[in-house]
């Protein structure tokens, strides 16, 4: 935890606010398509859980 404390107070000392905006880790990649990731943000803010059928494609 003090580690994480530590990179973040680096960061702001170095870019100020922008240091502390949260970045894509380079070695993860994206599990959603953009058209997918809206999709289920459309799907997450207008529907409830119980009306939404997902679909494994694995």
Known sequence: MAQTIGTHIRNYK???LDGLIPHPKSECPKK???IQ???LIEIVTDQTPSGVEFKLLC
Do not use: I, L, R
Request: net charge neutral; hydrophobic share 35%; charged share 20%.
């Open 14 to 16: 170095k870019h100020v």
């Open 32 to 34: 959603f398509s953009p």
């Open 37 to 39: 990731e809206a999709q």
